[in-house]
């Protein structure tokens, strides 16, 4: 199984920096490797819980505080609800429109410009993986 097998490395990594690997954790990070895109901690609680009912919430939430800590998630903020996490392996920026709501993943690369010009003028290193970009979409830009 594809999610079972990308899980081996992070359990061994989680491992080795001396973390506990439980029935739970292992549950949670399958089904968050399962999960295409970006999810809140409470959905992913919802997903594994119909997996495994006994899961609580901060168990979620601390085994993904220690899975950041490893580098392996990152969570981001995307509007004013809840942050999201997404694998941290899979680096992008986000755009939010603010007409829809719609989100629109972008490379790093991106904010080469804004970044040189930041760091050059200001002595500030751009970080922009933590709060998503607001804007208007395409769609809602055009719209009268
Ligand atoms: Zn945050
Ligand atoms: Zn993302
Ligand atoms: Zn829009």
């Known amino acids: 199984m594809l999610v079972r097998e990308k899980a081996e490395p992070i359990l061994a990594l989680l491992r080795a920096r001396g973390g ?8 949670i990070l399958e089904t968050l490797l399962g999960v295409a895109g970006h999810v809140t901690a409470e959905a992913l ?3 594994v819980q119909a997996v495994q009912p006994d899961v609580h919430e901060s168990t979620v939430y601390r085994f993904l505080d220690e ?8 969570h981001v903020h995307l ?3 809840p942050a999201v996490y997404h ?13 829809c709501g719609a989100v629109e993943e ?6 080469a410009d804004l970044r040189g010009r930041l760091q050059a003028e ?6 922009p993986r933590h709060f998503a970009v607001t804007g208007h979409c395409r769609a809602c830009a055009m719209r009268p």
């Not at 899975?67 to 990152?74: M, Q, T």
């Not at 972008?106 to 904010?111: A, I, Q, R």
Request: proline share 2%; net charge negative.
């Open 20 to 27: 506990r690997v439980t029935t739970s954790r292992r549950a």
């Open 45 to 47: 609680t919802a997903r």
């Open 67 to 74: 899975l950041e800590r490893l580098g392996v998630v990152d």
């Open 79 to 81: 509007g004013h609800g």
């Open 87 to 99: 694998l941290a392996a899979d680096a992008h920026h986000h755009l939010v429109c603010d007409g």
């Open 106 to 111: 972008v490379p790093d690369e991106v904010f």
């Open 122 to 127: 200001f002595g500030f290193a751009l970080q």
